[in-house]
């Protein structure tokens, strides 16, 4: 199995792919840089909690997991009306320009 996983990495072949920018160039393969990506990029996914958006999405036979993540999102929703409700009164004019509310 890593045998022939190794021997596709080293092999000088450049995978030809659709660049979706102009002035695309394609480097070779460097397996050692992409043993070091894999070395440093495996403690992130040990050590990674997911949120509970996260947890929603890739449980997905958990009805309790979608009933949480809704009940946070308004409970996140309803701080959010609060803080703005607050703060409006603070400010008396109301600016006209477009770019301020996009």
Do not use: R
Request: some cysteine.
């Amino acid at each position: 199995f890593l045998a022939p996983m190794l021997e596709a990495l080293a092999s000088p072949a450049v995978v030809s792919i659709k660049p979706f920018y102009p002035n695309h160039q394609s480097f070779p393969k460097n397996p050692v840089k992409i043993m070091q990506v894999y070395q440093a990029l495996k403690p992130l996914k040990q050590e990674h909690s997911f949120n509970i958006y996260e947890a929603a999405f890739l449980i997905n036979d958990s009805v309790s997991i979608y009933l949480t993540a809704i009940f946070t999102c308004i409970v996140q929703g309803v701080i959010f009306g609060i803080l703005v409700i607050t703060n409006v009164p603070d400010y008396t004019a109301v600016s006209n320009d477009p770019i301020v509310w996009v």
